[in-house]
């Protein structure tokens, strides 16, 4: 009896084939998406990091600046995207070269990621050292020129004599450094020796807060700027309420001095003691940051692995974002604080690829094997420094990183003010116009402002359902600005930020009176560029958790 084997016919040996292939293509395609879900989600993970970290420093050191804003602020037609929003709405990030089908520099400085760069009025201490007094900004910055150290004080005892906006500064004092009350005239240069100047008009700005009446309603400006030409008036100089007024000073001390750009790309600014500034003083920075320049503090380092060498000199830190380069140049600045003995010893450095001292890069090996471990390392995050023998030092580390990430704050203004088109002054970014004044429901701001929150204090009058007189009432309410299309003349802008305000207890037949805006939100987001597109991650707070 003859057995026969039945074999695969090339038909059947085909189609198997083709299904393999299918099934194999299938389970390639699943590799880069599971790696890039994991990439994503890394990236996430990080940013929320540097935004924790970023809040968390404004609240422990209680730093949040006044305001930031664009640096070409002056018209209401300025630059008009904002941090919060869309896309394609408010610029918040770089739209594709509809041509190109990328992002370019173009589309990236058109973005919001790539403006409102100047920092107001960040509060900090000044720090002693051994190599003199110095103060550390929380962000980087970018331009010596734009560095401005003040001191900020108020001025007691100004009063307004007259409707007409006439300000009194006879009797006028201020406390000094050591408490005491001494006379304070600017009109007549009488000024407390720490507070001297040959030219008020440069080194000075006074802000004025005071009450006025519109439609025989009572408003109220908060810290408008004063003519700096002509301080004995108000820039209203109609319907003022005469009392007493409050006025803040902010004294010129310095600008950057003798700081280097490498410093202030970590954040410090050194000082010169004189008369006008001194260690332990309060001072207020006024700079100009690059939100893609990353600053991290780093506060515990740990013994170097081998890879970097055997020296005990050797500590290291991780950063958080890898410096996995894709695209652009490695760039860093760093500050080495020994904060033991004498004081703060700064070595600031700057370098591309070729990082240089104090930074340590694995260097021993095959050139081949040099340069696989310097990817790796970097891959990790992994920074190593020569700390010569420093005692508990510190590292503040300023660098550019992959894919062009960028940490970026943005900060409602501590105080807005009512638009004075008759005589403007120069912080256009706090103003807000109200569409009627006799009935100010709807207030307008500048488009940078849109998604912001501002606590608003405002009198209104309340019409109860049924039977009941009407009465005026006073409330304060958190509001957050919108986007939206400008129809307001006097704006002169196509596109503006607004808000609407409902009272409480409505319904009211009228808002009467602005009292009081004041700019409540801060946020922190990171953003990071994946496959020409960016992504970000952002988190808020409030000044008052600050």
Not at 415 to 428: Q, V
Request: proline share 5%; with cysteine; charged share 20%.
């Amino acid at each position: 009896m003859n057995s026969q084997r039945a074999g695969f016919s090339l038909i059947e040996v085909a189609i198997a084939l083709v299904i393999f292939v299918i099934g194999a293509l299938a389970v390639i395609r699943i590799f880069p998406t599971g790696l890039s879900l994991v990439e994503k989600s890394g990236n996430q993970q990080r940013a929320s990091n540097l935004n924790r970290t970023t809040l968390a420093a404004l609240r422990q050191e209680n730093a949040t600046p006044d305001a930031i804003y664009h640096e070409e602020s002056g018209t209401w037609a300025e630059f008009d995207g904002a941090v919060s929003g869309f896309t394609k709405y408010s610029k918040s990030l770089p739209e594709k070269d509809p041509n190109l089908n990328q992002i370019t520099p173009i589309q990236f400085n058109a973005s919001a990621l790539a403006n409102f760069r100047v920092v107001r009025g960040e509060k900090r201490e000044v720090k002693p050292s051994s190599d003199g007094p110095y103060v550390l900004t929380q962000h980087s910055m970018s331009d010596l020129s734009s560095i401005r150290v003040h001191r900020e004080f108020d001025v007691e005892g100004v009063t307004i004599s007259a409707p007409n906006g006439s300000l009194n500064w006879d009797d006028a004092k201020v406390t000094t450094r050591l408490g005491e009350k001494e006379t304070f005239n600017p009109i007549t240069n009488t000024l407390p020796p720490e507070m001297a100047t040959a030219d008020v008009a440069a080194d000075y700005v006074f802000y004025a807060s005071y009450t006025y009446k519109i439609g025989g309603q009572t408003w109220t400006v908060e810290e408008e700027p004063l003519n700096s030409s002509n301080l004995t008036t108000l820039r209203r100089t109609s319907d003022i309420i005469p009392t007493l007024v409050q006025i803040k000073a902010r004294f010129l001390v310095q600008d950057s001095g003798s700081t280097t750009q490498d410093e202030a790309r970590c954040g410090l600014v050194r000082i010169a003691t004189s008369p006008r500034v001194a260690e332990g003083d309060a001072v207020s920075i006024d700079y100009l940051t690059d939100w893609e320049w990353v600053i991290e503090d780093k506060t515990s380092l740990s013994p170097a692995d081998t890879v970097f060498g055997n020296n005990a000199d050797y500590r290291q830190f991780e950063l958080g974002i890898p410096l996995v380069q894709r695209r652009g140049t490695r760039t860093f600045s760093l500050l080495l604080m020994a904060n033991g003995g004498a004081g703060n010893h700064f070595a600031a450095t700057a370098g591309g690829n070729s990082f240089p001292a104090p930074l340590v890069m694995p260097s021993t090996g095959t050139p081949s094997e040099i340069a696989s471990n310097i990817r790796e390392v970097l891959r990790q995050g992994k920074i190593a420094v020569d700390t010569n023998g420093a005692q508990m030092p510190t590292i503040r580390i300023a660098y550019r990183t992959q894919d062009l990430w960028a940490r970026q704050l943005s900060v409602a203004a501590r105080s807005y003010k009512p638009y004075n088109s008759t005589n403007p002054d120069n912080e256009r970014w706090r103003d807000f116009q109200a569409d009627d004044f006799a009935n100010p429901s709807t207030l307008w701001f500048h488009a940078s402002e849109a998604g912001k929150a501002v606590k608003i204090t405002y009198r209104y009058l309340y019409t109860p359902v049924g039977p009941g007189t009407p009465e005026e009432r006073t409330e304060t309410r958190l509001f957050t600005i919108e986007n939206a299309i400008s129809n307001n003349v006097i704006l002169g802008a196509t596109r503006a930020a607004k808000l609407d305000i409902v009272p409480s207890d409505a319904p009211a037949s009228a808002v009467l009176a602005i009292l009081s805006v004041k700019g409540e939100s801060v946020m922190s987001r990171t953003a990071w560029l994946t496959n020409d597109r960016y992504e970000q991650v952002v988190q808020t707070s409030m000044r008052g958790a600050q």
